[in-house]
């Protein structure tokens, strides 16, 4: 079964602290996103990955990096956490097939 | 750019069918999902479709494709309680990685 695994479900951060969000997928998929949902703006995309060492800037990446060190693992860095960075942040991964499969989220709040 | 729109909400009775509708602009998708969103949780792909197909049936699901008009809709038949959530569309192109989703439609089912 597909499995995509957000390690932190809910996370609270002051600002300026370094946060990391880890995202591990088991299902040999090159490309891997992350998006923050937010309330009347739907999904937006921060960076994505279409390989290992690979990144490529999303709609959204300031104030934001990642991180792809191995083929599994896709982790989002915000450098300085700010409040406007309180959202609930999104990893997904994508089959061949173009079918893209979803964390269960990571609710972020800076404060 | 590419943009996907989508109205926030939609209240219907249970046993009644739900259509969700979801317009885009860009010409050269060549796939659209949609996807569920219930409280808390990450989002579950419930069906997509390819550009070249006018229609899918999936059980209850029937996705309808407007290529012309660029529009895209879901029908939920005998709508349960069970399917009150948010519903995302959402499209791409077959060479970018990158999905571009809508706003969201809220269901919301009443007895």
């Known amino acids: 079964d597909v499995k995509v695994t957000q390690s932190s479900r809910y996370l609270v951060k002051r600002t300026g602290e370094k946060v990391f969000l880890e995202c591990v997928q088991d299902m040999d998929h090159e490309n891997m996103f992350w998006y923050r949902q937010d309330p009347g703006l739907g999904l937006r995309l921060i960076y994505f990955?279409?390989?290992?060492?690979?990144?490529e800037k999303g709609d959204i990446p300031e104030g934001y990096s990642v991180s792809r060190e191995k083929k599994e693992r896709f982790s989002l860095i915000l450098e300085s956490a700010s409040t406007n960075q309180t959202s609930m942040y999104l990893c997904?991964?994508?089959?061949?097939?173009?079918?893209?499969?979803f964390g269960e989220g990571s609710w972020l709040t800076v404060v | 750019g590419e943009d996907v729109e989508q109205s926030l909400f939609l209240s219907v009775r249970e046993g009644d069918s739900s259509v969700i509708n979801c317009t885009y602009t860009?010409?050269?998708?060549?796939?659209l999902y949609w996807y569920k969103q219930e409280p808390g949780a990450g989002l579950q792909l419930l069906t997509y479709i390819f550009s070249n197909m006018d229609m899918k049936q999936d059980q209850r699901l029937t996705v309808l494709l407007n290529k012309k008009d660029k529009h895209l809709s879901l029908r939920i038949a005998d709508t349960q309680t069970g399917d009150s959530a948010i519903y995302f569309c959402a499209e791409t192109t077959g060479t970018a990685s990158k999905l571009t989703f809508g706003t969201g439609t809220r269901l919301q089912v009443t007895l």
């Open positions: 990955s279409y390989d290992v060492k690979m990144k």
């Open positions: 997904a991964s994508r089959s061949g097939r173009n079918t893209i499969y």
């Open positions: 860009d010409s050269s998708s060549t796939y």
